[in-house]
């Protein structure tokens, strides 16, 4: 996947790639959100769902790819190479 993203002479990323990119990203979150719910050990008191919502994107991607979908409002940057997606209101 990442090897098909070249930024050309005036660094333009293709709208594929973006989509391909938050494509991953919002798979790598459920899937991180999954993983957290299904975990073992968690207080009886403790019900529902553990919350995620920053992850590290995808490292396919370079990271122009992340910040650029920041810069569209599609991501937020939560800070510490952690992103995440925004509110809906």
């Not at 996947?1 to 050309?8: D, K, L, R, S």
């Not at 333009?12 to 459920?30: N, Q």
């Not at 975990?39 to 008191?45: D, K, M, N, V």
């Not at 995620?52 to 790819?65: D, G, K, L």
Request: with cysteine; charged share 25%.
């Amino acid at each position: 996947m990442a090897e098909e993203y070249q930024a050309g002479q005036d660094n333009v990323i293709p709208p594929e790639t973006l989509k391909r990119a938050l494509k991953a990203f919002k798979k790598r979150l459920k899937l991180t959100s999954l993983d957290e719910d299904s975990r073992l050990g968690r207080g009886a008191l403790t019900g529902g769902h553990t919350g995620v919502c920053a992850i590290q994107p995808p490292n396919q991607f370079p990271r122009e790819v992340w910040d650029e979908l920041c810069r569209q409002g599609r991501l937020r940057n939560s800070g510490h190479g952690l992103f995440e997606l925004p509110m809906l209101n």
